[in-house]
Nanobody, 120 residues
Framework: QVQLVESGGGLVQPGGSLRLSCAASGTIFSINSMAWYRQAPGKQRELVASMASAGSTTYADSVKGRFTISRDNAKNTVYLQMHSLKPEDTAVYYC??????????????WGQGTQVTVSS
């Protein structure tokens, strides 16, 4: 089994910054990609940013230039640095990973989610 443990959410004022972290552990052979999604009340879950094992990144248009995804491959950890936060960034943020297990099966896992609230 694989566990994803997220941290770093909280309440921040508009224009502020937060950094989210997500550490993967368990029966991991290799990680293909790690990503952050978010889901606001009444809305569908959407991709915020992702990073492949080779380092290529993808960002939602709404966060380009404000958010940065990074990985520490040695620690199986992904980060999301968020700057210039806006009230519309308020959501539950979920970490997700696409990996190869020790049994050589391709699997996807999700974290439990961390709340980010941007409000004055």
């Amino acid at each position: 089994q694989v566990q994803l443990v997220e941290s770093g959410g909280g309440l921040v004022q508009p224009g502020g910054s937060l950094r989210l972290s997500c550490a993967a552990s368990g029966t991991i052979f290799s990680i293909n990609s790690m990503a952050w999604y978010r889901q606001a009340p009444g809305k569908q879950r959407e991709l915020v940013a992702s990073m492949a094992s080779a380092g290529s990144t993808t960002y939602a248009d709404s966060v380009k230039g404000r958010f940065t995804i990074s990985r520490d491959n040695a620690k199986n950890t992904v980060y999301l640095q968020m700057h210039s936060l806006k009230p519309e960034d308020t959501a539950v943020y979920y970490c997700s990973t696409d990996l190869i297990s020790l049994l050589r099966a391709r699997e996807r896992y999700w974290g439990q989610g961390t709340q980010v609230t941007v409000s004055s």
